[in-house]
């Protein structure tokens, strides 16, 4: 198995690729999802440079939060159930699903600072995937001015898994024209600057559509 070290050689040589090819000015952060590998895997990916990490289980996520330096930058990446906000708000900077108005109460009753967080967006309508509809995210986002600890710093999507580019760089495309929009409302609490897209597959095709934060673990950490 390859070093993690070493697979980021290769994976920032895309990026920097992507980036130039890009009509847009952003080389993207890149978010580590480390939620198949071990703690001391997770640790080696800190070493070789990245610090922003991404988990979808809380058990994984306080694991290795727990494990990782303090300056580590935690992503929960995956759907949080209501019910164990409570268990892990105070830990997260980012949370890239939140998608519906009664997390965003339980999370504005819990959380003790200003959480970070991503609208997930279901661009492809796929009924596996979470996410509100493109429809929906403007009204959402206004229900949400009154929480106070809640900041919606962009948007987040799944695109499907297919081969096909150009649909690819559709399903991203539609998500930053929706970003773009949501900016244009000029919120002091959801600056939507950010867009949280594209993964081991399909990332180059997000970064050429603006991409600021893309989710990498297979080509990164492996499994």
Known sequence: MKSVKENLIDINSQICNSSKES?????????????????????????????????????????????LPDDAVMHFIGSLQTRKVKEIINEIDYLHALDRIKLAK?????????????????????????????EEVIPFIKELETFKH????????????????????QYFNQLRTIKDKVQLLNLAYAPC?????????????????GASYVRIGTKLVGE
């Open 193 to 209: 600057t950010e867009l949280s897209m594209g993964m081991s597959n399909d990332f180059n095709e997000a970064i050429l559509e």
């Open 150 to 169: 809640i900041e919606i710093v962009g948007l987040m999507t799944m695109a499907p898994l297919t081969e096909d580019k150009s649909k690819l760089r």
């Open 106 to 134: 339980e999370i504005d009753k819990r959380a003790n600072h200003v959480v970070k967080c991503f609208v997930q967006v279901n661009v492809s309508g796929e009924e596996s995937k979470h996410g509100i509809s493109p």
């Open 23 to 67: 009509a847009f000015e952003t080389t993207p952060q890149v978010i580590v999802v480390t939620k198949y590998v071990t703690i001391d895997r997770a640790i080696e990916a800190y070493q070789a440079g990245l610090k922003n990490f991404g988990e979808n289980r809380i058990e994984g996520f306080l694991e290795k939060k727990k494990h």
